[in-house]
């Protein structure tokens, strides 16, 4: 099991954090675009709520396209979600993201505990790329949001 957090400050306060984040329409504009990534469908609207299933496709190399589908299983309104894979790539990924107030504005905290398959092949991989992406997406996301929040 691997285990990552990420920090990142956000000049908007924290429903305005709640708003933009527990809106699972804003993940295709935070997710790289070389990633292709495209919902499917979400069960219950656009309201996040427990139980609401989001179906997604993603491109993970040229022409290899996979397809993932998360639960939200954990819901602490304007505080915190949690989502869990139910199927896709990972053998095991949880992302509990939180948004803390501070001076000035928001702590949004994403924690990431994730297992890929495939046992010792699995963690080779893992070691060689699966961790430098997963730590790139969220790179990403962290200079996209400083961009998109700055300008707001």
């Known amino acids: 099991m691997y285990k990552l957090t990420f920090k990142q400050f956000l000049p908007i306060n924290r429903q305005q954090a ?6 699972p329409k804003n993940l295709a504009d935070i ?15 656009n309201k996040m709520h427990i139980g609401q299933i989001i179906r997604y496709k993603i ?7 996979m397809y ?9 309104e304007s505080e ?14 949880a992302h509990k ?5 501070v001076n000035g504005g928001v702590e949004m905290i ?14 080779l991989a893992n070691y060689l790329f699966v961790a ?13 949001l400083s961009q998109y929040f700055t300008k707001a």
């Open 18 to 23: 709640w708003d933009f984040f527990s809106s």
């Open 31 to 45: 997710t790289p675009k070389r990633l292709n990534f495209k919902i499917l469908s979400m069960s219950g609207g």
């Open 59 to 65: 491109t993970v190399l040229p022409f290899v396209r």
């Open 68 to 76: 993932w589908e998360t639960e939200i299983i954990e819901v602490l």
């Open 80 to 93: 915190s979600f949690v989502d869990i894979q139910k199927k896709g790539p990972y053998a095991y990924w």
């Open 97 to 101: 993201h939180s948004f803390k107030e």
């Open 110 to 123: 994403d924690e990431l505990e994730y297992a890929v398959p495939f046992g010792l092949i699995g963690r």
């Open 132 to 144: 430098q992406e997963v730590r790139g997406i969220f790179e990403y996301r962290f200079n996209i």
